[in-house]
């Protein structure tokens, strides 16, 4: 690397004195010939937003030994053998104390045992958690409509968090129950959701993050601004259960279900869908891949309702207009005793309409974004986070 003396400007971040320090967002790098770029935008080492793509998951998320930097201390050998488990080592404390509220981003973060440090916010494993929950609290009919009203929390501190937003979101209804179109609702608020934080949330992270990186290194500039999001969620169970594996199902149109097939092509569960719900699906994973591409890697994880989501649901049963000319259909999970092998030409890709490259758009949906007087009034992460 070339000396110092040829760089006009810092070098070393000066809080820990690091060439690159994930924590104060500082990263000075030399190119092949040991020349050191100045780290204005203009002058940083390039690099193709494709680098920070990551694979998708679809799933809960495990708050493994890793994150928490139990393995830090362990011997190549060792750490090689136990990284491998992802079993969570005890501290004494339960999981729902590791996050903290930043007054300064308006946002809520994982904390596991990393230090509270605006703007990066790192755990142990070098990436950083942003918290959100979902939180319906109004559902409402409307013609061939069933809408869900949800919050969108990213931080308990109401007044201080300018990011929350709440959102009427309106699928049309179906031919299922009607317990089956508000979940279907419900769905719908969590695919506006993964579009907000690519339309707002992402922008608001860069801006917060630009004042204080300081590189020239454009893969370390991307870096800065990145994050894993946990969405807590009420929505059914069965359905969440569903979504995380539904990127391995094939659709069978004859069945009119998701199916699941063993190795000799045996249905060994099928998971009923009406067009509405496999349209749905389709616009769940399409915008988990693209956060995906983006960087962004999506947890999932259900929350035990809590009385306003309750009573908005029952408030809803109750008004005889909103449960008429609905149907009984199966349930979510259906194990399929009747297994039989499937012919190829009844079997179409999750896929097969919508490139996942592309997510599918909204315009077949009634979209409105609310001001929600619930939100000064939502569940704190503390109560949100119970095993149940």
């Given amino acids: 690397m070339a000396s110092s003396n040829a760089f006009q400007g810092q070098l070393y971040c000066e809080k820990h004195s690091l060439l690159t320090c994930v924590v104060c967002l500082h990263s000075i790098n030399s190119v092949k010939d040991g020349f050191i770029p100045l780290p204005e935008p203009g002058s940083r080492i390039p690099c193709s937003e494709q680098a920070h ?17 139990f393995h830090d201390g362990l011997s190549p050998e060792d750490r090689k053998k136990y990284m491998t488990d992802l079993s969570e080592p005890q501290d004494g404390s339960d999981f729902g104390s590791h996050f903290h509220r930043c007054h300064r981003c308006g946002l809520d973060y994982l904390l596991m045992g990393g230090k509270k440090s605006h703007p990066s916010h790192v755990t142990p494993n070098g990436d950083r958690y942003i918290l959100v929950a979902v939180e319906p609290f109004e559902f ?44 279907n609702a419900e769905l719908e608020a969590l695919v506006q959701l993964l579009h907000y934080v690519e339309d707002d949330l992402i922008p608001y992270r860069k801006r917060i993050v630009e004042k204080y990186v300081y590189t020239n290194s454009e893969y370390f500039a991307g870096q800065a601004w990145r994050f894993q999001l946990l969405v807590y969620t009420p929505l059914n169970r069965e359905l969440l259960e569903f979504l995380s594996q539904a990127h391995r199902l094939k659709y069978n149109v004859k069945r009119k279900a998701f199916v699941e097939r063993n ?27 693209r956060l995906a591409s983006l960087g962004i890697r999506v947890y999932w994880q259900h929350t035990p309702p809590k009385p306003r989501y309750i009573a908005a649901k029952e408030r809803f049963m109750h008004d005889p207009h909103n449960i008429s000319d609905f149907r009984e259909i199966a349930g979510v999970l259906v194990p399929n005793h009747d297994q039989g092998i499937l012919e ?45």
């Fill in 53 to 69: 793509s990551v694979e998708p998951v679809f799933g809960s998320f495990k708050a493994t030994a890793e994150i928490r930097g």
């Fill in 140 to 183: 409402s009919r409307s013609l061939n409509r069933i809408s869900c009203s949800a919050n969108f929390l990213f931080s308990d501190s109401h007044a201080r968090s300018n990011i929350n937003a709440a959102f009427k979101c309106s699928p049309k209804v179906d031919s299922g129950s009607v317990q089956w179109n508000l979940d």
């Fill in 263 to 289: 190795s000799l092509g045996l249905v060994t569960k099928q998971y009923p869908a009406t067009e509405e719900r496999r349209h749905q699906t389709v616009c769940f994973l399409s915008m988990i891949r």
């Fill in 344 to 388: 190829e030409e009844d079997l179409q890709d999750l896929y097969n309409y919508n490139s996942p490259d592309n997510p599918l758009d909204h315009e077949d949906y009634d979209l409105v974004r609310r001001e929600s007087p619930a939100l000064r009034g939502a569940n704190s992460f503390e109560e949100l986070y119970q095993e149940d």
